[in-house]
């Protein structure tokens, strides 16, 4: 029986990645505080969490890829044997519906638990959330995007229920056992100096770890070629594709590079948004003081009215530099067959040089020229 066992299952975009990577760092710091923390793949037990909640990482019927309950029996009865304490993380654990938070509490046996979720202001990580649909593929402006997410009637897009989804975890693993931690935008440290409190980690354990990727968010101007990228995409693509030439080199190229344009903004909030966002925010601060739960931060700090007016950036004129250069990247691609990447490029040109927008017009005929 584990003398303990520490799982951090989230949330997503809540500084997940750097406490990971700064988890990996100090493999050993951990070792001789008797914290056994063996990541699968990038820095984290993303592949058991998969498994264990029947996540499709792309598109289901079109060549997402699941992962096999195969992979969490092997990795739960490991943790179940281990001899001292153990730390599972993976953002994606959140993504868990209450017979699998049973499961993964029944098939790690019996353990002192303690369950951290970790969280950031919701007016901060909305951006972030639309950025990764469309790397899944989305069509929707942000401004769309946004409507439909503070839409009751709309299904497919909903705002997370994050109280709901720690409620859940305390009902299985115990109130008295579960921490959330409140990111400090203002002192992004406190991340790390929270997270050491909740589990018991010696105090300045954990420090931010050089990332070999920058992996910064795309700004407004890229976040819409992507938009359109997805829009004129074959129908044909399956996910595989898509993931290889989108995700992988093209926002890859994107985001692991720093921008060249400073003047390009990244999105932010709009007013509108931040003032439909507030009796949600309310909501879900009242529901988290409700569960019972050890807090550490700011519960209130998740939702600041904003000072400032922030309008919906106009999305529609891409500065022509900044598209030419992300084209003459698409354009040195050799690693998908050159028929359907050419085709595409190609007709992405011939959209932008017929547009009714005079100003991408050019752009288009540069794409032309290229192809």
Sequence with gaps: MAKRTIIHPGFPKSGTTALQGSLANCIPDLASQGIVFTPQTNNSHHRSAWAVT???????????TTYPMSIWDKFSKQIR?????????????????????????????ESDYVVVFTIRPFARVLPSRYQQSLKKGLTLTYNEWLQRLFDPAAKDVLVIDYAGKVGQWASVFGKE?????????????????????????????????????????LTISEVEILRQVNLMKPDSWKWPKYKEFVRA???????DSPSKFPGDKKLELPSWADEALAPYAHQQIQAFKDLGIEILGDLDSLYTPST??????????????????IILHLSSFQTLDRASTRK???????????????AVRPLGKIIKKLV
């Design 54 to 64: 029947g996540f499709v990482f792309g598109w289901p019927g079109k060549g997402g």
């Design 177 to 217: 056992n579960v921490r959330l931690v409140i990111t400090d935008e203002s002192n992004p440290d406190m991340l790390y100096r929270r997270f050491e409190t909740a589990t018991s980690i010696k105090q300045n354990t954990l420090k931010p770890a050089k990332n070999e990727r920058l992996n910064r968010s």
């Design 249 to 255: 080199n093209f926002v890859q190229h994107l985001s």
């Design 308 to 325: 400032t007016k922030v309008d919906v950036p106009d999305m529609s004129l891409v500065p022509v530099e900044i598209a030419a250069d």
């Design 81 to 109: 044997n281990e001899k001292e304490t153990s730390l599972i993380t993976s953002e994606f654990f959140t993504g868990a519906k209450l017979d699998a938070i049973k499961k993964i509490r029944e098939d790690l046996g």
């Design 344 to 358: 595409l490029i190609s007709e992405l040109g011939v959209r932008l040089a017929n547009s009714d927008k005079a």
